[in-house]
């Protein structure tokens, strides 16, 4: 069929109404079809809070059996200061007894700002945010078993947790002239002070 | 159904009417002089885009039968259109209509030729109607509009003569079986005794009937007299007076508009009312005189329906599937506000089962992690005592060696031979790097790498160790490294140092 100029002429408005019109269809078809979606995705929301707050209410008993199981230790945690703001005066206050209680020739320390827990994976931490601030230490020893002592005094101190990095030990040119009681090994080591956040705003105001 | 601007043109007048789908109104006539022709052209301005359908009432038309051999497709196309071109050269309007087919052996097909030999008497209205631009659907010859009223009645006498007043004068269109056979029209001419010229018009078609054989002598002739003026009242009682094989029947006005459904004002308005209502009814007559060029303004009409029509199913099947849509994202929505409400019924209640548990700080999930959490890191701590121990009972056993330095670590460490060193495959472990000096005769090398061997051997020996191995020898042996010293030192009697250093890994959680 040959269509001449008269012919399209006269089909151009139709033409143009079926494509309008067609036009039109398809995105109200796709925008309420869209809207569909969003409501299916909105009630599927509901229902999984819908399911966890029954889940809560069901398991509202073995809650109170956690809260009572955990509540002390986690109050232990934040009196040490290993949950909630760092305490580093704690620290050094704890660096000073511990020289002390060890019988050191004193201590000399670097602490870092604070950053990520480098093994947060390996503790499943989860949504927890776990920190660390790295402290070096620079100790002089009599013998190597003083730095197990000395690390036995910082901890008994309770001013946080800490776990020892690394340490490097080297012997120290003993000066004959110099009477006894001087050290004989320079120690290195790099502690980490591990901190976990308290509570967040919201929840010390619930 | 559509709207339709129905004509009936004749040599005198043209009759129009307008079917709106059900009902035939606005019916005028139109007399075949200047100020008949404007107002008709006034007419088609003021019907904007409506298809007309022309009727033609002439007593210039010819009728004929004609048996052509059986084809079909184009074939038959062709035939037909040569056979039209030899009958009617001199007139563009003419059809043909395939009747039926002969019993005989060679089963040819009948066919009915028709033409209005003389166009001249419409050619007027034609260039009108062609000035206008309004689409043309066809010029039907009017017997053929005339049986779509033996349907409407249910006349189905074997011999049925239809007598019709029209503005062009008494038609009569005889019918046999329910098919067009012959069909006349006479002119009513001024001063004449009317019912008496029509009986005697009447009794001539009969005879000239069986002189052509199509009734005999015998044969009974069912005459029904269309009078939508109720002015032929007399003329059913005058043909039959006298004729035995002659019966009469008789349609009036009243009749008309209750047994055909046509308004009695419209009916009122022109004698060829009925036949526009007729015509109207129709939806496209199939005995079309008019030639293609004619109506291809109305095909082009036709398919800009079918795209609207078309489009507007398109835009009804949209709107009916947003509607669905809509009233499912309604319905949806009512269900997620059942459960939200739902949902904030159970946290209330969980509000008031845990007014009554202790304070806590922080949520209990939280709580039970944070504490897990803190065992964890320190049951992960470790101090460099359990590796030192490790080397010291090794290194006791070894007199003439002196541990001269040591760096100790504690973190991620892979094997050497696991596929993989990512952190994510390496274990948490102690390792330390052990530097050492070997006291030894001069010139012992031997025997000095034989002792550091043992001794790395005795410390992967340990329980706890996982991996011990020399970092660095006291002399580079490799072949691809330079190797420098003199052996004059070797006769000195002091014994010579050599320092050496050995990594050791213990096993993960050590």
Redesign the interface.
């Known amino acids: 069929m040959n269509l001449s100029s008269?012919?399209l002429r006269?089909?151009t408005?139709?033409?143009i109404?079926?494509l309008v019109?067609?036009a039109?269809?398809?995105g109200?078809?796709v925008f309420?079809?869209q809207?569909?979606k969003r409501?299916?995705g909105?009630?599927a929301a509901?229902?999984s809070?819908?399911t966890e707050?029954?889940n809560?209410?069901q398991q509202?008993g073995q809650?109170?059996d956690?809260?009572?199981r955990?509540?002390e230790?986690?109050?232990q945690?934040?009196r040490l200061g290993?949950?909630g703001d760092e305490q580093r005066i704690g620290w050094i206050d704890a660096l000073r007894a511990a020289n002390r209680e060890a019988d050191l020739y004193g201590v000399e320390y670097d602490v870092g700002p604070q950053q990520p827990?480098?093994?947060v994976?390996?503790?499943?931490?989860?949504?927890?945010a776990?920190h660390q601030s790295i402290m070096k230490l620079r100790l002089g020893l009599l013998h190597?078993g003083d730095?197990?002592r000395f690390?036995q005094a910082l901890a008994a101190q309770k001013a946080g947790?800490?776990?020892?990095?690394?340490?490097?030990?080297?012997?120290l040119r003993v000066d004959l002239a110099v009477p006894v009681n001087q050290p004989t090994l320079h120690a290195e080591c790099e502690l980490a002070w591990?901190t976990?956040a308290?509570?967040s705003a919201q929840?010390?105001k619930s | 159904m559509a709207r339709k601007l129905v004509l009936c043109a004749s040599s005198s007048m043209l009759a129009a009417g307008i079917w709106t789908g059900r009902a035939l109104t606005s019916v005028r006539s139109f007399a075949d002089n200047e100020d008949g022709q404007r107002a008709f052209a006034n007419l088609l301005r003021a019907t904007h885009r409506t298809p007309v359908y022309l009727m033609a009432d002439t007593v210039d038309e010819d009728y004929r039968f004609e048996t052509l051999p059986h084809t079909t497709g184009k074939d038959r196309r062709d035939m037909v259109e040569r056979k039209l071109k030899q009958l009617y050269r001199s007139t563009p309007f003419y059809g043909a209509n395939l009747q039926e087919r002969d019993e005989g052996k060679r089963r040819d097909d009948r066919y009915l030729f028709a033409a209005l030999t003389n166009p001249e008497v419409f050619n007027p209205w034609l260039r009108i109607l062609t000035a206008s631009g309004l689409p043309i659907a066809g010029v039907f010859p009017v017997p053929m509009v005339s049986l779509g009223l033996t349907k409407t009645l249910e006349l189905k006498e074997p011999n049925l003569l239809l007598v019709s007043k029209h503005a062009a004068g008494i038609r009569q269109t005889f019918i046999k079986q329910g098919r067009f056979r012959i069909s006349r029209l006479t002119p009513i001419r001024a001063g004449d005794a009317v019912i008496e010229s029509c009986a005697e018009e009447i009794r001539n078609t009969r005879m000239y009937l069986d002189a052509l054989n199509v009734t005999h002598v015998d044969d009974v002739l069912n005459v029904v007299v269309v009078d939508q003026d109720d002015s032929l009242t007399a003329l059913g009682t005058a043909v039959v007076k006298g004729r035995r094989n002659l019966r009469a029947s008789h349609l009036g006005a009243n009749d008309l508009v209750t047994k055909v459904g046509i308004d009695r004002k419209a009916l009122e308005a022109s004698q060829d009312a009925l036949h526009l209502y007729l015509l109207g009814q129709r939806k496209l007559p199939e005995f079309n005189l008019a030639p293609p060029t004619l109506t291809s303004g109305f095909a082009r009409h036709q398919v800009s329906r079918g795209i609207l029509a078309a489009s507007a199913g398109v835009g009804a099947l949209a709107a009916a599937w947003c509607a669905v849509n809509v009233y499912q994202t309604m319905h949806l929505k009512s269900e997620a506000q059942r459960i939200s409400n739902m949902t904030r019924q159970e946290q209330a209640r969980y509000q008031e089962i845990t007014r009554s548990f202790p304070p806590t700080p922080v949520p209990t999930d939280k709580l039970q992690l944070t504490v897990d959490v803190a065992g964890r890191i320190a049951s992960m701590a470790r101090l460099p005592d359990a590796a030192f121990r490790v080397v010291g009972q090794t290194l006791d056993k070894y007199p003439l060696v002196r541990l001269t330095g040591v760096q100790w670590k504690h973190g991620r460490y892979a094997a050497p031979d696991a596929n993989s060193t990512s952190a994510s495959t390496a274990q948490l472990s102690q390792s330390a790097t052990l530097h050492l000096e070997l006291t030894s005769q001069p010139g012992d090398i031997k025997g000095a790498l034989a002792s550091i061997n043992t001794l790395v051997r005795e410390l992967g020996k340990n329980e706890h160790v996982a991996e011990a191995k020399v970092a660095k020898m006291p002399l580079n042996l490799a072949s691809t490294g330079s190797l420098t010293g003199s052996t004059a030192s070797a006769r000195q009697e002091q014994p010579q140092t050599s320092q050496f250093d050995v990594e050791v890994v213990l096993k993960p959680g050590v």
């Open positions: 008269q012919d006269a089909l408005k139709p033409l109404v079926s019109v067609a039109a269809g398809a109200l078809v309420s079809s809207a569909v409501s299916k909105e009630v509901q229902e809070a819908l707050a029954r809560r209410v509202s809650e109170k956690l809260i009572d955990y509540v230790p986690y109050r945690l934040e290993v949950v827990y480098t093994f994976s390996e503790v499943n931490a989860g949504p927890l776990v190597e730095l197990f690390f947790t800490f776990s020892v990095n690394a340490c490097t030990l080297e012997p591990i976990i308290g509570p929840e010390g």
